[in-house]
C-alpha cells in the first residue's frame, strides 16, 4: 500500500512542477517562449502555472548568466522555495558559466544551489528545455530524490 | 569607401577653430582625424568650459557616450602579422613577415577619457555631426564630471569610476554601479586579470 | 496632413542633486521603502528599483544595476574579431543582430573595408527582423506588466515565426553570429524567399489584430494616455534616443539621418513620430514601426541585388573552400586567418546604428594587432535607466511599472 501511495505522489509531483519564472538574460526569453507560446505549450506538461514568487514554485529554472552580485538573491530565492524542489540549469551560462570565462561571472550555478538537471544550448531551443523537464519528471517518477536532499538549509 | 555612420558628418574643423578663438590657441593640444571622425584632445582642467561652449554656441545637445579607455601596455609587443606595411593594411605592400608593427604612442599619460556628442535637434536633417572631446590623464589624477552640462553622464561616469577607477570630482553620486559594492579592484583596467577558472585538465598530458 | 497646434510640454527639470536619482522631500515618518528586487515578474531582466512610497505614490527612486554584469567588453580583449562576434549579440540580447552588425560595421570602418551591396540588403533585411523580434517581446511583456496577459500570447507566436527565418539562414533561434566582417556568412537559402513573403501578409494581419486589442481598449487607454510624459527637451538633456525620443515628436532616426547608413542609403526609410510623449505614444511608435519594418522587409525583397554575400578581401575573410584545393595562397591566407586572425590598423572609431532601443554603436580601439585593445559599446539602455526617476516623479507605483515597460530597458545591454 505505501509504495503505491508513494508512486502516485511520486507522479503527481512529476506531473505538476510549477516553475519559478526566473529569468536572468538571453535564456529568458527562450523560457518565456516555453511557456507561453503555442508551440512549445509546457501547460500540456502540468507546469501550467508559473509562478513570480518562490515560496509557490517546485522548479527554479536558472536561465541566464549569473553573475556574482546575484549569487546572493539567488541563493535567498532557492531558500524561500519549499520541500520537494529542484532546480534546472539552462543554458551553458548556468551550467558551467557559457563562454564567459571572467572575474564577473560564476562559473556554473552549481556553485551556489545543488542542480537536478542540466540543460546545455546558447540559448537551448524551447524543445530541448521541454526534454530537461521530461527528463527530471522521468527521475522523480523512478524516485531519484532532488538534489536538494544533499543540503543543509541554513535558516 | 562606403561611408559606415552617415551621423559623424564632415569632420568639424570648424568647432575646433572657434574654441581655439574663445578660450586661446593651448585648448586644443591634437587634432586626429581618423576613418573621418575628429577628436581634439584638450587639457582636463578645460573640459567643463570647453563642454559648455560646444552645448551653447556650436549645437551640441545630445551627450552620446563617454568612454575611458586604458593604455597601458599599448606599445607592447604586438603579435606579429604579415601581408600589410607598418602603417595598415595595403595589399600590394611587400611586408617583412612576422614582425609586429607596433603602433606609434596613442597619447601621453595612461587612461583617456572620451566624450563624443552630437548634434540632434539643433539642426536640420543632413547636418548632423559628431565630435569627440578627449583628456588624457594618469592613475592619480581625477577630473571634473559633465553632469552640470550634460545630467545624461551620469552612469556613464559611474561606470568609467567602477571599471577603471577614474575619479570625477563634483559627481554627487559616485559610488560603484556594475560591480557589486564591496569589490576591490577596477576590472577593465589592464593590470587587473580576466578571472575566471582554469579548465579542468588543462595542464595534463 | 492636418495642422496641429504647437504642443506645449510640461516644464520638466533635471533632478538635483543626482539627475538620476529621487529623493523624498518630505520627512513624514511613514513613508515606506520597498524594493521592487532583481526578481520580478516584468521580463526586463534583472533591474532593482528601491522605491521610497507615500502610500501608492512614488516619492523616492533608485535605480541598481549590475546583476548581470557579464565583463563582455574585458573578454573581448582576449579574442580576436570574430572570435569576439558571438559576445556582442549577448548583450542586447532582444534586437541581437544589430549588434552583430554593429560590431562588425566597426570593425569595417575601421579596417576601411567594402562590404558588397547583397550582403548590405541582406543585413538590412535581419536588422528589421531583429527590431521585429525585440518590438513583440517588448508588447507583450509590457501588456502583462499592465495586466493584459493576453497580447502576450499573441506576440509570442509571432515571435517564432520571426524566429523561423533566422533559424533557416544559420540554424539557430537566436544569438545567429549571421553577420561577418565584409558582409555576411552565407548566403540566403533557396526557399527563404517564399517563407520570407508569406511571413510579410501574416505579420500584417498580426498587427492589425494587436490594434484590435488594445488600441481602444478603455483601461490600456486609461492607465497609459498621460502618464510619464517625456518632453524633447528633457530628452535630449537625459541622452535618450531612439522610439523614445520619436515619441515626443522628434523626427531623429539614425536609419534616414544624414541618408542612413547601409543599404538604409538606397530605401529611403522615413522616421515614425508621435507626438504625445507619453506611455500611449512609446507603445503606439513600436507598433507604428513594426509596421514599417515590415514595409521595409517587403522593399528589401523585391529590391534584393545578386552579386557575392561577403568581401573578396582575402587577408580579412576567409577564401572559399574549393579554393584551398587548387592555389597555395588561399590556404595560407586560410591559415593566417584561423590562427591569427586579421589585423587592424591602429586608431579609434565609432560607429552607431540604430537598434531597437535607440543609439547602439561601438567605440573600437585598434591597436594594429589581431585582437582590439578595447571595445566599449554605447548602450541606449543604460542612458535610458537615468531617466527612470524624473519620470517617476509623484506618480502612482502601477504607473512605475508602466512606465519602466514603456521605455524598454534590456538589461544585458545596461550591464554587458
Given at each position: 500500500?505505501?509504495?503505491s501511495?508513494?508512486?502516485i505522489?511520486?507522479?503527481?509531483?512529476?506531473n505538476?512542477m510549477?516553475?519559478?519564472?526566473?529569468?536572468?538574460?538571453?535564456?529568458?526569453?527562450?523560457?518565456?517562449?516555453?511557456?507561453?507560446s503555442?508551440?512549445?505549450?509546457?501547460a500540456?506538461?502540468?507546469?501550467?502555472?508559473?509562478?513570480a514568487t518562490?515560496?509557490q514554485?517546485?522548479?527554479?529554472?536558472?536561465s541566464g548568466?549569473?553573475?556574482?552580485?546575484?549569487?546572493?538573491?539567488?541563493r535567498?530565492l532557492?531558500?524561500q522555495?519549499?520541500?520537494?524542489?529542484?532546480v534546472?540549469a539552462?543554458?551553458a551560462?548556468?551550467?558551467t558559466?557559457g563562454m564567459?570565462?571572467?572575474?564577473?561571472?560564476?562559473?556554473?550555478?552549481?556553485k551556489i544551489?545543488p542542480?537536478?538537471?542540466?540543460?546545455?544550448?546558447?540559448?537551448?531551443?524551447?524543445?530541448?528545455v521541454?526534454?530537461g523537464?521530461m527528463?527530471?519528471?522521468?527521475?522523480?517518477?523512478?524516485?531519484i530524490?532532488?538534489?536538494?536532499?544533499?543540503?543543509?538549509?541554513q535558516? | 569607401?562606403?561611408?559606415?555612420?552617415?551621423?559623424w558628418?564632415?569632420?568639424d574643423?570648424?568647432?575646433?577653430?572657434?574654441?581655439?578663438?574663445?578660450?586661446?590657441?593651448?585648448?586644443?593640444i591634437?587634432r586626429?582625424?581618423h576613418?573621418?571622425e575628429?577628436?581634439l584632445?584638450?587639457?582636463?582642467?578645460?573640459?567643463?568650459?570647453v563642454?559648455?561652449?560646444l552645448?551653447?554656441?556650436?549645437g551640441y545637445?545630445?551627450?552620446?557616450?563617454?568612454?575611458a579607455?586604458d593604455?597601458l601596455?599599448?606599445?607592447?609587443?604586438?603579435?606579429g602579422?604579415?601581408?600589410?606595411g607598418?602603417?595598415?593594411r595595403d595589399?600590394?605592400?611587400?611586408?617583412h613577415?612576422?614582425?609586429a608593427?607596433?603602433?606609434?604612442?596613442?597619447?601621453?599619460k595612461?587612461?583617456a577619457?572620451?566624450?563624443?556628442l552630437c548634434?540632434?535637434m539643433t539642426?536640420t536633417?543632413g547636418?548632423?555631426?559628431?565630435l569627440?572631446?578627449?583628456?588624457?590623464?594618469?592613475?592619480?589624477?581625477?577630473?571634473?564630471?559633465l553632469?552640470?552640462?550634460?545630467?545624461?553622464?551620469?552612469?556613464?561616469?559611474?561606470e568609467?569610476?567602477?571599471l577603471?577607477?577614474i575619479?570625477?570630482?563634483?559627481?554627487?553620486n559616485?559610488?560603484?554601479?556594475l560591480?557589486?559594492?564591496?569589490?576591490g579592484?577596477?576590472?577593465?583596467?589592464?593590470?587587473?586579470?580576466?578571472g575566471?577558472e582554469?579548465?579542468?585538465?588543462?595542464?595534463?598530458? | 496632413?492636418a495642422?496641429t497646434?504647437?504642443?506645449?510640454?510640461?516644464t520638466?527639470k533635471v533632478?538635483?542633486?543626482?539627475?538620476?536619482?529621487l529623493y523624498?522631500?518630505?520627512?513624514n515618518?511613514?513613508?515606506l521603502?520597498?524594493?521592487?528586487g532583481?526578481?520580478?515578474?516584468?521580463?526586463h531582466?534583472?533591474?532593482?528599483?528601491?522605491t521610497?512610497?507615500?502610500?501608492?505614490?512614488?516619492?523616492?527612486l533608485?535605480?541598481e544595476?549590475?546583476?548581470v554584469?557579464?565583463?563582455?567588453?574585458?573578454n573581448?580583449?582576449q579574442?580576436?574579431?570574430?572570435?569576439?562576434?558571438?559576445?556582442?549579440?549577448r548583450?542586447?540580447?532582444l534586437?541581437?543582430?544589430s549588434?552583430?552588425?554593429?560590431?562588425?560595421m566597426?570593425?569595417e570602418k575601421?579596417?576601411?573595408?567594402?562590404?558588397p551591396?547583397?550582403?548590405?540588403w541582406?543585413?538590412?533585411?535581419?536588422?528589421?527582423?531583429a527590431?521585429l523580434?525585440?518590438h513583440l517581446?517588448f508588447?507583450?511583456?509590457?501588456?502583462?506588466?499592465?495586466?493584459?496577459?493576453?497580447?502576450?500570447?499573441?506576440?509570442?507566436?509571432a515571435?517564432?515565426?520571426?524566429?523561423?527565418?533566422?533559424?533557416?539562414?544559420?540554424g539557430?533561434?537566436?544569438h545567429?553570429?549571421?553577420?561577418?566582417?565584409?558582409?555576411?556568412?552565407?548566403?540566403?537559402p533557396?526557399?527563404?524567399e517564399?517563407?520570407?513573403?508569406?511571413?510579410?501578409?501574416?505579420?500584417?494581419n498580426?498587427?492589425?489584430q494587436?490594434?484590435e486589442?488594445?488600441?481602444?481598449?478603455?483601461?490600456?487607454l486609461?492607465?497609459?494616455?498621460?502618464?510619464?510624459?517625456?518632453?524633447p527637451?528633457?530628452?535630449?538633456?537625459?541622452g535618450?534616443?531612439g522610439?523614445?525620443?520619436?515619441a515626443?515628436g522628434?523626427?531623429?532616426?539614425?536609419?534616414?539621418a544624414?541618408g542612413?547608413?547601409?543599404?538604409?542609403?538606397?530605401?529611403?526609410y522615413?522616421?515614425?513620430?508621435e507626438?504625445?510623449?507619453?506611455?500611449?505614444?512609446?507603445f503606439?511608435v513600436?507598433?507604428?514601426?513594426?509596421r514599417a519594418?515590415?514595409?521595409?522587409?517587403e522593399?528589401?525583397?523585391?529590391?534584393?541585388?545578386?552579386?557575392?554575400?561577403?568581401?573578396?578581401?582575402?587577408?580579412?575573410v576567409?577564401p572559399p573552400?574549393h579554393?584551398l584545393h587548387?592555389s597555395?595562397?588561399?590556404?595560407?591566407?586560410h591559415?593566417?586567418?584561423?590562427t591569427e586572425?586579421f589585423?587592424?590598423?591602429?586608431?579609434?572609431?565609432?560607429?552607431?546604428?540604430?537598434?531597437?532601443?535607440?543609439e547602439?554603436?561601438?567605440?573600437l580601439?585598434?591597436?594594429?594587432?589581431?585582437?582590439?585593445w578595447?571595445?566599449?559599446?554605447r548602450?541606449?539602455?543604460?542612458?535610458l535607466?537615468q531617466s527612470?526617476?524624473?519620470?517617476?516623479?509623484?506618480?502612482?507605483?502601477?504607473?512605475?511599472?508602466a512606465?519602466?515597460?514603456?521605455?524598454d530597458?534590456?538589461?544585458?545591454?545596461?550591464?554587458r
Amino acid at each position: 500500500m505505501t509504495t503505491s501511495l508513494e508512486k502516485i505522489f511520486k507522479m503527481a509531483t512529476a506531473n505538476s512542477m510549477w516553475p519559478f519564472g526566473f529569468g536572468l538574460a538571453c535564456c529568458a526569453m527562450e523560457m518565456i517562449a516555453m511557456i507561453s507560446s503555442a508551440r512549445y505549450d509546457v501547460a500540456r506538461f502540468g507546469s501550467e502555472v508559473v509562478r513570480a514568487t518562490p515560496r509557490q514554485s517546485d522548479l527554479m529554472i536558472v536561465s541566464g548568466r549569473v553573475a556574482h552580485k546575484m549569487a546572493e538573491p539567488i541563493r535567498q530565492l532557492y531558500e524561500q522555495m519549499l520541500e520537494p524542489k529542484y532546480v534546472m540549469a539552462m543554458g551553458a551560462c548556468s551550467s558551467t558559466g557559457g563562454m564567459f570565462s571572467n572575474y564577473s561571472i560564476l562559473q556554473g550555478v552549481d556553485k551556489i544551489v545543488p542542480v537536478d538537471v542540466y540543460v546545455p544550448g546558447c540559448p537551448p531551443r524551447p524543445e530541448a528545455v521541454v526534454e530537461g523537464l521530461m527528463v527530471l519528471q522521468e527521475r522523480i517518477k523512478s524516485g531519484i530524490p532532488s538534489a536538494s536532499i544533499n543540503q543543509e538549509t541554513q535558516s | 569607401m562606403q561611408v559606415n555612420s552617415p551621423t559623424w558628418g564632415e569632420p568639424d574643423n570648424g568647432a575646433g577653430d572657434r574654441l581655439g578663438d574663445e578660450f586661446g590657441a593651448g585648448v586644443i593640444i591634437r587634432r586626429v582625424e581618423h576613418r573621418g571622425e575628429l577628436t581634439l584632445d584638450i587639457p582636463v582642467d578645460r573640459l567643463l568650459d570647453v563642454c559648455g561652449f560646444l552645448r551653447d554656441h556650436e549645437g551640441y545637445d545630445l551627450l552620446s557616450d563617454v568612454t575611458a579607455v586604458d593604455y597601458l601596455g599599448y606599445q607592447g609587443e604586438v603579435a606579429g602579422y604579415w601581408g600589410g606595411g607598418s602603417d595598415g593594411r595595403d595589399i600590394n605592400h611587400y611586408s617583412h613577415s612576422g614582425k609586429a608593427a607596433v603602433p606609434e604612442a596613442a597619447g601621453p599619460k595612461r587612461f583617456a577619457v572620451s566624450t563624443t556628442l552630437c548634434k540632434v535637434m539643433t539642426v536640420t536633417d543632413g547636418n548632423h555631426r559628431r565630435l569627440r572631446i578627449r583628456v588624457w590623464l594618469d592613475d592619480n589624477e581625477s577630473i571634473s564630471t559633465l553632469i552640470s552640462v550634460y545630467p545624461s553622464a551620469d552612469f556613464h561616469e559611474r561606470e568609467a569610476f567602477d571599471l577603471m577607477g577614474i575619479t570625477f570630482e563634483g559627481h554627487p553620486n559616485l559610488r560603484r554601479i556594475l560591480m557589486p559594492d564591496d569589490w576591490g579592484g577596477h576590472p577593465q583596467r589592464k593590470d587587473y586579470p580576466i578571472g575566471g577558472e582554469p579548465v579542468q585538465f588543462s595542464d595534463e598530458v | 496632413m492636418a495642422v496641429t497646434e504647437p504642443r506645449i510640454w510640461p516644464t520638466q527639470k533635471v533632478l538635483q542633486p543626482t539627475p538620476s536619482e529621487l529623493y523624498p522631500s518630505s520627512d513624514n515618518p511613514d513613508l515606506l521603502e520597498i524594493n521592487l528586487g532583481p526578481n520580478h515578474p516584468s521580463t526586463h531582466g534583472v533591474l532593482r528599483v528601491v522605491t521610497t512610497l507615500d502610500g501608492e505614490i512614488v516619492v523616492g527612486l533608485k535605480c541598481e544595476v549590475g546583476y548581470v554584469h557579464t565583463g563582455i567588453e574585458k573578454n573581448i580583449e582576449q579574442k580576436t574579431y570574430w572570435k569576439a562576434i558571438p559576445y556582442v549579440p549577448r548583450m542586447d540580447y532582444l534586437s541581437f543582430f544589430s549588434g552583430e552588425t554593429a560590431f562588425c560595421m566597426a570593425t569595417e570602418k575601421a579596417l576601411e573595408l567594402e562590404v558588397p551591396r547583397r550582403a548590405e540588403w541582406i543585413r538590412v533585411l535581419f536588422q528589421e527582423l531583429a527590431r521585429l523580434h525585440s518590438h513583440l517581446v517588448f508588447l507583450g511583456t509590457g501588456s502583462v506588466d499592465l495586466g493584459g496577459i493576453a497580447l502576450l500570447f499573441y506576440c509570442f507566436r509571432a515571435r517564432d515565426e520571426v524566429l523561423d527565418l533566422f533559424e533557416m539562414v544559420c540554424g539557430a533561434r537566436m544569438h545567429p553570429r549571421y553577420c561577418q566582417v565584409g558582409g555576411v556568412a552565407d548566403d540566403l537559402p533557396k526557399g527563404f524567399e517564399a517563407i520570407c513573403r508569406k511571413f510579410i501578409p501574416f505579420m500584417r494581419n498580426q498587427l492589425d489584430q494587436y490594434d484590435e486589442l488594445i488600441g481602444a481598449n478603455p483601461i490600456w487607454l486609461g492607465r497609459t494616455k498621460g502618464v510619464g510624459v517625456l518632453s524633447p527637451e528633457f530628452a535630449m538633456q537625459m541622452g535618450l534616443t531612439g522610439p523614445n525620443l520619436r515619441a515626443s515628436g522628434v523626427p531623429y532616426d539614425l536609419r534616414s539621418a544624414n541618408g542612413g547608413y547601409g543599404a538604409y542609403r538606397e530605401l529611403d526609410y522615413t522616421p515614425v513620430v508621435e507626438q504625445g510623449g507619453d506611455v500611449h505614444a512609446r507603445f503606439r511608435v513600436r507598433i507604428e514601426e513594426m509596421r514599417a519594418s515590415v514595409d521595409l522587409i517587403e522593399k528589401v525583397l523585391d529590391g534584393m541585388p545578386g552579386g557575392p554575400i561577403i568581401s573578396d578581401d582575402r587577408k580579412v575573410v576567409l577564401p572559399p573552400r574549393h579554393e584551398l584545393h587548387t592555389s597555395m595562397e588561399s590556404l595560407i591566407h586560410h591559415f593566417k586567418l584561423v590562427t591569427e586572425g586579421f589585423t587592424v590598423p591602429a586608431g579609434e572609431v565609432y560607429a552607431p546604428i540604430e537598434s531597437a532601443r535607440g543609439e547602439f554603436g561601438f567605440h573600437l580601439i585598434a591597436d594594429g594587432g589581431p585582437k582590439p585593445w578595447r571595445v566599449r559599446l554605447r548602450s541606449p539602455s543604460l542612458v535610458l535607466l537615468q531617466s527612470l526617476a524624473a519620470l517617476c516623479e509623484g506618480v502612482y507605483l502601477a504607473d512605475l511599472i508602466a512606465i519602466l515597460a514603456s521605455i524598454d530597458p534590456v538589461l544585458g545591454d545596461v550591464d554587458r
